[in-house]
């Protein structure tokens, strides 16, 4: 509850950022998928790889342990930089498909129109909030802690890899805008609970 009142600022602004947008998803969605039948957009088309595989989980549980084997090498930053990306992994993205069937959204694959079931274990009702979004955020906002220097990249790709999940039609842009709030909000969250991120300076990182 403390850690809710200390941030209801950024948990009501992505409450309000998020709620306008649900209007604009069906003609966003619509506008996608215009752009996808012109075949001057398909070079698009070959960024959806690369960047499903930057954001699979399987390839964020690898750049964790590479912190690890990085951490025998350059210090101990890397090495708490590894746990708090690891543990940030798992709470995002378990927070990310408890709430997508507890919402219960159709994806744009299914409709365009705007349809909320509740809680739901049906296929393709899992479309609210983005999940690897979610984890993009909270990934970004974690390795900003530790080096801040480079944290305009961090969040860089986390917002290419958000705006991939829209151009990709998985995902509404409230879903993606949604999950980067809760990435943040989480990522905010493990910096003050966790030991080992930074906030929390039992163990804390090395100054840039």
Known sequence: MQFLRENKILIWCSVISVTPLLYFDKPVAVWVRTMHDRKSAMFVRYFD???YFLTHGSTLIIIACLFFVAGRF???????????L??????????????KHLFGRARPRLTDDLIFVGPSLRGGYDSFP???TTVAFCFAYTLSQYFPKYRGIFYFLAIIIGISRVESTSHFSSDVVAGAAIGLILGRLLSRKLSFIPGNTAIAPEKD
């Open 49 to 51: 790889i690369p960047l």
């Open 74 to 84: 350059y210090g101990r930053r890397f090495i708490v930089t590894g746990k708090a």
């Open 130 to 132: 983005s999940g690897h």
């Open 86 to 99: 690891s543990v940030s992994f798992l709470v995002s993205g378990i927070s990310a498909q408890v709430l």
